[in-house]
């Protein structure tokens, strides 16, 4: 197989999002309850972990909080968190991160039509 014919681009959707987090007490602890989630997949490294899902992932602050015992916020997930691939949308009681950027527009009410 060709070069160019193995690193060609796509134009498929990969309906998967992900972020990754810093491998801390909090990272793990943020990693093991969004692992315990149907279709969310966690790769681990040395010191980071990352967390992978299909169409959406929900990080929902009231049961993180639960888990660790201690106040999870927007402000602790941007801590713990570096990079990230899908839409995220950060609400005071969640972050979420869509696949699909017409979902991620949909849910904030965003237009995504052209005008002009």
């Known amino acids: 197989m060709s070069a160019a014919m193995e690193f060609g681009s796509r134009a498929a959707v990969s309906d998967r999002c992900g972020v990754t987090l810093m491998n801390t007490p909090v ?5 093991d309850v969004m692992g315990a989630k149907d279709g969310v997949g966690l790769v681990e490294y040395p010191s980071m972990i ?3 899902g299909t169409k959406l992932l929900e990080f929902d602050y009231a049961e993180l909080t639960d888990a660790l015992g201690q106040e999870f916020d ?3 997930f941007e801590e713990i968190s570096s990079t990230h ?3 995220m949308v950060h ?3 969640r972050t979420l991160l869509f696949a699909s950027p ?4 949909e849910y904030i009410g965003f237009d995504l039509s052209a005008k002009g």
């Open 27 to 31: 990272g793990r602890v943020v990693a």
């Open 50 to 52: 990352r967390v992978d």
């Open 74 to 76: 927007g402000s602790v």
């Open 85 to 87: 691939y899908g839409r």
């Open 91 to 93: 609400l005071d009681d």
């Open 102 to 105: 017409e979902d991620a527009a």
